[in-house]
Structure formats: C-alpha cells, structure tokens
C-alpha cells in the first residue's frame, strides 16, 4: 500500500479555479523553495496564495476536497485508529502555475520544522499537461497531470516526490491538512 489515493474532481470546478487565478494574477507571488528562499532551480513558480478568511472563493473545490478527505480517513486510518485528528486546512491554499519548463524541480516532501503538524497533503491538477505529472520516488510512481485528478498522500519523509517538468504550463491548486 502507498497511501496516496487519486480522486476525480469535475472539470467545472477546475474551471472556476483557473477563473479566478487568471482574474487575480497581479497578487501572484514567486514560489518559494522551503520557507523563505526564491530558487528557480529547485522551484520556478507563481503561485497564488489563498488564505482561510477567503476560502468561500474556491468553496465547491472544498466541498469536494472534504469529501474526499472522509474517504481517505476511512481508507487509511479510521479501521485502526479510533481517536485521531481532528485535522483541517490551517494555512493558505496555493493556486501554483508552473511555466513551460518550470515547476518543483527536485525531491522534496511536504513536512519540515516549521511546517511539523502538517499531515496530510492534497493537490488538484487544473490542466492537463502532458509530461507534467508528479513523481514519487519511494513508492515508484509517476501520476499524470490529467484535469480533476486529486491526490491525498502523506506529508512525511516517506512520500518524498518531485513535479515532472514538462514543456508546457500547468497549473495546480495544493495544500496540507494539518493537526488543529
């Protein structure tokens, strides 16, 4: 078992999200590699930031997202674990368009020392991008950038994963659920 789980998500949802990145792209920010650091190298982005108080934008993709959070709690820990949570999304979302030959370009997982209560992360690709997927290194799987397709996986050291750098745009809606 690898425990990331791959949902699909309606592409109208996926629509209303590329509308509003592409009404807001004057508040895109560079994407970051780690906290604090600017390194197209390792990540050549923009990304989007949305922070909780503005989440009824993006409201239907939440509605979606929770329900497949229940599934995958379901799937994965609540058949041996009876207490555990409560989790929930506690920082921002990220809209993150990555340009023709851009993206996270190296291996990276989702859990660090300041980030350490996140548990879980999800990822929505918003286009389908040939060549543009993600690849996760110890499970040894390479998921596709196909329109709608959710995955949930592990925030930890064990799921370390990288995006496959295509030659042209994707663009992705991500984010981590957290202990509250």
Same mark, same amino acid.
């Not at 009404?23 to 906290?35: A, I, Q, R």
């Given at each position: #078992?690898?425990?990331?789980? $791959?949902? &699909?998500?309606?592409?109208?949802?996926?629509?209303?999200? $590329?509308?509003?990145?592409?009404?807001?792209?004057?508040?895109?920010?560079?994407?970051?590699?780690?906290?604090?650091? *600017?390194? /197209?190298?390792?990540?050549?982005?923009?990304?989007?930031?949305?922070?909780?108080?503005?989440?009824?934008?993006?409201?239907?993709?939440?509605?979606?997202?929770?329900?497949?959070?229940?599934?995958?709690?379901?799937?994965?820990?609540?058949?041996?674990?009876?207490?555990?949570?409560? *989790?929930?999304?506690?920082? =921002?979302?990220?809209?993150?368009?990555?340009?023709?030959? =851009?993206?996270?370009?190296?291996? /990276?997982?989702?859990?660090?020392? &300041?980030?350490?209560?996140?548990?879980?992360?999800? #990822?929505?690709?918003?286009?389908?991008?040939?060549?543009?997927?993600?690849?996760?290194?110890?499970?040894?799987?390479?998921?596709?950038?196909?329109?709608?397709?959710?995955?949930?996986?592990?925030?930890?050291?064990? /799921?370390?994963?990288?995006?496959?750098?295509?030659?042209?745009?994707?663009? *992705?809606?991500? =984010?981590?659920?957290?202990?509250?």
């Amino acid at each position: #078992m690898n425990f990331i789980e $791959l949902y &699909k998500f309606d592409e109208n949802i996926c629509d209303s999200i $590329l509308n509003y990145y592409n009404s807001n792209k004057h508040l895109c920010v560079p994407g970051m590699f780690g906290d604090e650091e *600017i390194n /197209h190298k390792s990540k050549e982005s923009n990304d989007l930031p949305i922070k909780p108080e503005n989440f009824i934008v993006i409201e239907s993709y939440l509605v979606e997202l929770k329900k497949s959070l229940q599934k995958y709690i379901k799937t994965h820990i609540s058949k041996h674990l009876k207490h555990w949570g409560p *989790i929930g999304i506690v920082e =921002g979302i990220n809209i993150q368009y990555y340009p023709p030959n =851009g993206g996270y370009k190296i291996y /990276h997982t989702e859990r660090g020392p &300041k980030t350490a209560n996140r548990e879980l992360v999800f #990822m929505t690709y918003l286009t389908n991008t040939k060549n543009g997927g993600t690849h996760f290194v110890n499970q040894n799987k390479t998921f596709e950038c196909i329109k709608g397709d959710t995955l949930i996986w592990p925030a930890d050291f064990t /799921h370390i994963h990288k995006g496959v750098i295509s030659n042209e745009e994707k663009i *992705i809606i991500t =984010g981590w659920f957290s202990f509250k």
